[in-house]
Structures are given as C-alpha cells and as structure tokens.
C-alpha cells in the first residue's frame, strides 16, 4: 500500500493488471478510454482507494471501485483485490462478451479474421514475387 494512500493511474492500472505494460496504461490514459470518478485524466492523476474507475478496453467496459493500492505488479489473484466490480458492470460486460460472439457465429467462415497457413503463405509469396 502506498504511504501516501494515493498513487497514478497509470500505475495503479498496470498493477491491477488492466494494461500489460505502463506505457499501454498510459496511452489508454491519454487516449480517454480511462475516466476516474466520472472524468478523463491524464497519466499522471492521482487515485485513492474509493475512486470509481471506468475502463474501456476491446469494446468492453469495466466500472470498478478502488479497494487498495499498490506499488507492485503481483499475482492475477492479489491484482483482483485492488478493486471491486458491481454486479451491474460485470452483467453488462458478459451480454456485450455474449453479443459478439453470437454476431462472429454468425458470419461466413471466409469473412472472420484467420491467420493463412502454410500453403497459403506460400501461394501469397510466389503472388509477391512474380508480380515483381
């Protein structure tokens, strides 16, 4: 717990394990997509335990109030500690989760997102360099 009992959003989102890095924090931060108490911030801005922290991250929305700080990136189960989802945000972002899958399973295989394969790379590479 920090002394101060206050600590940077950025920080506190990386050690609750929202952003993988601090600079991914950070842009989300700046990019507005973090809002505390109802405001967008800047990086640098303050948190206390009680804030509410709207995060949207991949078309969902996390709404959770600050529970503890820390300075430290620990364990996935420590992380979740930091902070206290209600009922009403988790429900939602389950229907949003629920939506999009319903909507993927819906579409053509040839039109979802796929990796090519090997055979396909390779047919994508002779393409390439005949057409030079």
């Known amino acids: 717990m920090n002394e101060l009992g206050q600590i940077r959003i950025d920080k ?45 991250k991949d078309q969902y929305t996390w709404e959770v109030r600050v529970t503890d700080l820390n300075q430290q990136r620990r364990p996935a189960q420590e992380a979740a500690g930091l902070y206290h989802e209600d009922a009403t945000s988790a429900e939602k972002r389950r229907q949003q989760i629920e939506l999009r899958k319903q909507q993927q399973a819906q579409q053509h295989p040839s039109e979802r997102e796929h990796k090519p394969n090997k055979k396909q790379r390779r047919q994508i590479h002779r393409f390439k360099q005949d057409s030079l």
């Open 12 to 56: 506190w989102l990386w050690a609750a394990r929202f952003f993988k890095t601090r600079g991914l924090a950070a842009d989300a931060v700046n990019g507005g997509k973090v809002h505390v108490n109802g405001q967008r911030c800047k990086p640098g801005k303050d948190v206390k335990i009680g804030d509410l922290v709207t995060v949207t």
